[in-house]
């Protein structure tokens, strides 16, 4: 910036609106070695300004190929980035795996939150870095 280097990764770096209650903050983790190489680097860590812990849970975020939303005649189809916004459709896909299922949790995103952050896989690494760890649908199904 104009006043020099500034350290992104600060504490309280979680902003809007990840840092609403009701949102599910999504930082991100090595896809292939998680529980090796934790938090990814550009990864938002909590806590947010008022004290409370976010990101609420990590997903697979670094080198994920996905379809490339500007493809255009000879472009490449498929492209490969890293960041939250590829962490999170891995917490979206999850849920909605979970609802497909659970029917009856459909309309009550409260429980379906609770229920999701209490049967994460747990990185050991820091509340304020991985929240509760890593979403895990088969011990959400098996839970209820």
């Known amino acids: 910036t104009r006043d020099g280097d500034i350290e992104i990764n600060t504490p309280m770096s979680i902003g809007d609106p990840a840092n609403l209650e009701d949102c599910i903050a999504v930082g991100s983790v090595n896809a292939d070695r998680p529980h090796l190489y934790g938090v990814s680097s550009f990864s938002s860590r909590g806590p947010t300004s008022d004290g409370r812990c976010k990101p609420d849970v990590v997903a ?85």
């Open 60 to 144: 697979p975020g670094e080198r994920i190929t996905s379809v490339n939303a500007r493809f255009k005649g000879k472009q490449r189809r498929y492209r490969t980035e890293s960041g939250t916004s590829m962490a999170a459709p891995h917490v979206s896909g999850l849920v909605a795996a979970f609802l497909s299922v659970r029917r009856e949790f459909i309309g009550r995103p409260d429980e379906v939150k609770k229920l999701m952050l209490d049967t994460c896989t747990d990185l050991g690494r820091d509340r304020q870095h991985q929240g509760r760890g890593i979403p895990n649908l088969m011990k959400m199904l098996l839970s209820v």
